[in-house]
């Protein structure tokens, strides 16, 4: 079993920043078996969406709405990943999910969330 604990949403004006960090924890095993991690987010009647995901080698992928203005980033040694979210818009407005997958099996784990709400 694998937890997720996110931390770092709130209220901001829009233009501000934002840091989301999303602590994983278990056995030894499996934050040994951490593979890719990611963010996702959920606006009120919309579907999940991939934010930006990261992968244990630090290969990225980025959703075309956050491109240059949000950075994932990953620290192995303490099985914790990162959004540093700039410029963020009204639009950016959604609870934010982080999310991994552990091998073998590629078994998906989600946190909590956290709410991220950008005033216009």
């Known amino acids: 079993q694998v937890q997720l604990v996110e931390s770092g949403g709130g209220l901001v004006q829009a233009g501000g920043s934002l840091r989301l960090s999303c602590a994983a924890s278990?056995?030894?095993?499996?934050?040994?078996?951490?593979?890719?991690m990611g963010w996702y987010r959920q606006a009120s009647g919309n579907q999940r969406e991939l934010v930006a995901s990261i992968t244990r080698g630090g290969s990225t992928v980025y959703a075309d709405s956050v491109k240059g203005r949000f950075t994932i980033s990953r620290e192995n040694a303490l099985n914790t990943v990162y959004l540093q979210m700039n410029s963020l818009k009204p639009e950016d407005t959604a609870v934010y999910y982080c999310n991994a997958l552990v091998r073998p099996l590629l078994t998906n784990y989600w946190g909590q969330g956290t709410q991220v709400t950008v005033s216009s």
């Open positions: 278990g056995s030894v095993f499996s934050m040994n078996s951490l593979d890719k």
